[in-house]
């Protein structure tokens, strides 16, 4: 049995988190064991580098799966993270829309369109994704600093490298 980082028994509806590294990957439980998820061509438990290509993929599959052969060896939780931001659909309704997707090819997109999103969208009515505003708020943030860094080389250049070019000229017309 995989390590789960909660003894929190998943109910139907509930949005599962499995942390596989560098990203986390969502399905949606849906009881007698199995979970639904959007799974594009890379995606699996153990797939390490390679799920990361995931974001080269532009198509994939909604999958009913055992949780254990979907979670692997890695960690998960059950991560109703939006319960408090949005009203929970009815439990009927989650249900009954994640078994009409089941085998169904959709377009995929890591930033609009990823598994987080297909879950989220099946709980709440909204296609989210947190681990992307992160992802881009991070770029952002890092973005920024390195344009500060930057601007304050830049200004450093402008006061300690003009007077080098002035003197430099003072000096050819001594010779």
Known sequence: MAPTLYDKKP??????EIFRGNYQHWALY???GFVVHLAPPSEGPGAGAN???S??????KVKKE???????HDQWCVNNQ??????VRPICEILREAQAYVDQEMRYCVFRGN???FVTDLRYGKAESRQVRQAVETVGMAAMVGFGVLAVAGIAAAIFGGGSKKKKNEEEEYK
């Open 11 to 16: 109910e139907p509806g509930d949005l599962i």
């Open 82 to 87: 939006l319960d408090e931001k949005y009203q």
């Open 30 to 32: 849906v009881g007698d």
């Open 55 to 60: 974001v080269l993929s532009d198509k994939a």
């Open 66 to 72: 055992e949780i254990w052969d979907v979670v692997g």
């Open 51 to 53: 799920s990361m290509m």
């Open 115 to 117: 598994c987080e999103h």
